[in-house]
């Protein structure tokens, strides 16, 4: 699994989810410094600075304290994983990314139709984007690369959101390759991969936050062709 800063190589780690926290964390640390000179620069450029009083605050600054200009000045971070491990061992990782409001992104690569990972049809299907958005606070997208529009227009809207993101994207398994258009449209058609946007910030209900376009005859259970 991978986990990378913007401009640097991938690196691989057995927890991609928690080392992308790390990542995050360092590098909010150390931008915490330049924000706290910036702010009192910005003190005493207005007279204002008083260090008996601002010294105490600032020394506590972290990210949480962050302004939403200073936030965007930090480098998105950004990790790769599957949803094979989502649904085993790193789901704590993804629960606990979630509920810490850390602005870190995840892409989740689900692939569908490998021999070696059919399922027992009478097994419960942990379905990611139900886990994403019960944490509610966090931006979710899923989609096929049947609907690659909606799928980029889901990642923009991701990435400016200040807030944890997960990316679900439905991908043919590799022996499944040569069929790989086909077996996205047919995920999306099947309901296997439902083309979702659930983003915190568009309003205070449900109905508000969530969005179904993009998929083939939304109101109906199935769809007709």
């Known amino acids: 699994m ?17 080392a ?4 995050f964390d360092g590098t909010a640390r150390r931008l915490a410094e330049v924000f706290k000179a910036a702010r009192v620069a910005s003190l005493e450029a207005d007279g204002n600075y008083r260090p008996e009083i601002h010294d105490e605050v600032l020394s506590e600054l972290d990210w949480e304290s962050f302004t939403v200009e200073e936030l965007a000045l930090v480098p998105l ?6 949803g094979r491990n989502l649904r085993g061992r790193g789901q704590p990782s993804l629960s606990r990314l979630l509920r810490s409001s850390r602005p870190v ?14 399922e027992d049809l009478s097994a419960f299907h942990l379905e990611l984007g139900y886990l994403v958005m019960a944490h509610r606070e ?25 807030r944890p993101g997960v990316a679900l994207m439905e991908l ?5 390759a040569s069929w790989h258009v086909l077996m996205a449209d047919a995920a999306l058609r099947g ?35």
């Open 2 to 18: 991978d986990c990378q800063l913007p401009g640097e190589e991938p690196e691989e780690h057995p927890d991609p989810l928690a």
């Open 20 to 23: 992308a926290v790390g990542y």
């Open 77 to 82: 971070v950004a990790a790769l994983t599957s």
């Open 105 to 118: 992104h995840v892409i989740v690569l689900d692939e569908g139709g490998a021999p070696d990972e059919a």
């Open 138 to 162: 966090a931006f979710a997208v899923g989609s096929s690369l049947a609907r690659p529009d909606r799928l980029t227009e889901g990642l923009v809207r991701m990435v400016r959101a200040p």
């Open 172 to 176: 043919p398994a590799r022996e499944l």
């Open 191 to 225: 309901r296997a991969c439902p083309s979702f946007l659930y983003d915190p910030d568009a309003g205070t209900t449900w109905a508000e936050r969530f969005e179904l376009d993009g998929n083939p005859d939304p109101e109906c259970t199935w769809p007709n062709q």
